[in-house]
């Protein structure tokens, strides 16, 4: 499946939830799910109204689709994570997020650094962050613990790194990360924990999808 590059806020509206895929304007009353929280399309007013019984797999199928769109990562992607799950030990579903979660660019989002995924993903592949001292642009690279993430010497001169440090400080960071604001630096303390993890998303749900 090609990546998706249409209007981002569809989604969340096909999803009947916001995905916060547009960083801060998901805040605002600009954002589109607020204004029009139905599903897009020709009939998508009408089917806010209709109570139709919702199957096993159509459940099955959007958690997957929301967890999928969340992260910013392919169909492909996402599948490969799963049967690299299904081969760790562990529970499949929390290491499936595991994975999820420590991708680069979702670090560099954790960390504040970027106010959406996609910046971060933007701002990764553009070669600004290094890891352990490497300039690094592969936004699916997982991270591991023990692993330091920070700003380049070359990019922190960039008026958008120099107005971060105020905008990041609001961020709440998820305690398996460190961070400091003033090398624009960060460190991966440990492995996330499912606590650490959106807790809207069923991995339960993504699990029974992969194993019809």
Known sequence: ?????????????????????KGQRCFTPKCAFERRGYPPGEHGRQAQYRHRRVSDYQRQLREKQKTRRIYGVTERQFHRYYRSAVKKRGLTGKNLLQMLERRLDNVVYRLGYAESRAQARLLVS??????????TDVSSMLVRSGDQIEVREGSRNRVYFKDLPAVAEARTLPGWLGRDLKTLSGNVLQMPERRDIDATLNEQLIIEFYSR
């Open 1 to 21: 499946m090609a990546k998706y590059t249409g209007p981002v806020c569809k989604l969340c509206r096909r999803e009947g939830e916001k995905l916060f895929l």
């Open 126 to 135: 553009h070669g600004h962050f290094n890891v352990n001292g490497r300039r």
